[in-house]
């Protein structure tokens, strides 16, 4: 009872389906066996005793065949069990039909032919040559009967052999068949899995990329498009559409490539802000052809470059720690000790240049070692319409300022994530320099919020004689001064703090006529409430 499900369980269902064809085929050839005997009366044909044998056996199989169809689909007994019952039916069927018209001479047993081969493509065993020697035999007794009891004659048992040799080699190569056939099977499923994991890794690879591709065939239609394309394009799955319908402007640099037929990569800017570097790759099948397009994004390559940049300038302010501000301490000291003696107008001012450019150097290390504090942003909800009050009042006594040159503009509360000290030190190093280049008039420096789009902006203006064009490609460089006391790092580690907290630092050239510099800072999360912090 618990052998048969296990014994199911290994036969797949195309050896059943094999079997059922089978026994149709069966059905068949006893009807037409039926029709015979009936039709042509069978005694007529055969002579009345084997005429009587004849349609009693036909009737007798007719019933064996209809009853077969029952354990068959029940699959009672299992596969093997059924596929011998139904070959050996055959045998002596089929042997006492030969028996009854004529024994060798009808040519009847011929289609024991039949059975034997469909039983070795069905069975793929070598039970197929158990069946044959089973014919053999049978196909023997029936002519040593005809011999001993018909009077047949003995030379027959040649053709008898030529028949048995027969049923083997039938049975033989219906075998090597079936095992061939089983063989290239099992092949197919093997590949098809293959190809089934690798189109699984294939998909999971373009899923899981944050690179955008996507695969055209010759008609330029987009046959896989993964969504790191639907993120970068701005747009949905658009499989099995056009590319110049969907995506014009990427079309255009695809039409590009195809006549210059040249491997080149070049960055396509995109909605948002966005920039891709594109990477065209042709692909060649038989007479097919197809592209496939690589979309980096240049936002993602830039902050692993940002990495790599913060890393080693992380190594160079811990040598700048070490190696240089202790020396600078032992140069400052030393300076204040001859200023304290007796010495002459002129090597005062020599050792008030050390004592100057001692100060200089130890700011520019401080500044550098600020953009260690990148990595350590704890943003905190803040109240800008709170907390700017608070900073004007801080940078006017630290600057020594009247009221009125420092103002703000601010129209409703605003709450945004930002690192309380970052905000401060970037407010201050803005503030400071709009301060040094304003005219320190009332107004000269304004500080204004906006919101636009749901998103907080934070402006700082002054009224100065604002940045060439040629130095505005230059702001945010490490280094990079105007000023003969600058670093030239106070830009670049604002921006540096911004970004570590999703903000963006920018300059805006002033669209009015009137002078002066304005950077504004948008902040990424923010709440906006009417009179509640």
Known sequence: MNAQPATEDIIPADFWRSLNYFNLYRLALVCFIVFIALVFDAGALFGATKGQLFLVTGFVYAALVILSFIPLRLRWRGFAWQLSGQIGSDIIALTVLAHSCGGIQSSVGLLLMISLAVAGIVSRGKITLFFAALASIAALLEHTFAVLHDDAPVTLYVQVALLCLSYFAVAGLAHKLAQFALYNQKLAQRRGRDLIGMAEANRLVMRDMQDGVLVLDEQETILQMNPGACRLLRNSDATNRKLADHFPLLHEQYAR?????????????????????????????????????????????????????????????AN???????????????????????IDARQLRLLQLIQDNTLRINRIVQDVMQLNRRDRAQPEQIDLATWLPVFIDEFNQAERLPPGILTLHIKQDCLIAFDRGHLHQVLWNLCSNALHYSQRKTDSLTLTIRTKNGGVTLEVQDDGPGITAKHQLQLFEPFFT????????????????????????????????????????TFGEHHQHDGEQ
Not at 266 to 277: F, P, S, W
Not at 327 to 342: D, F, H, K, M
Not at 495 to 515: I, K, M, S, W
């Open 257 to 317: 490539w195809q006549s210059n037929a040249l491997n080149v990569r070049d960055t396509l800017q995109l909605d948002g802000g966005l920039q891709a570097r594109l990477h065209f790759v042709p692909i060649e099948r038989d007479t097919t052809q197809g592209v496939v397009i690589f979309l980096e994004d240049m936002k993602r390559i830039q902050a692993g470059a940002q990495q790599i940049k913060l890393a080693a300038l992380g190594r160079l302010t």
């Open 482 to 521: 105007t000023a003969e006391q600058g670093t030239g790092l106070g830009l670049y580690i604002a921006r540096e703090l911004c970004e570590a907290n999703g903000a963006r630092l920018e300059y805006h050239p002033d669209e009015t006529a009137e002078p002066g510099a304005c950077f504004s800072i």
């Open 320 to 342: 700048l720690a070490h190696e240089v501000r202790n020396p600078l301490s032992v140069i400052s000291y030393a300076t204040e000790l001859l200023q304290e003696e007796g």
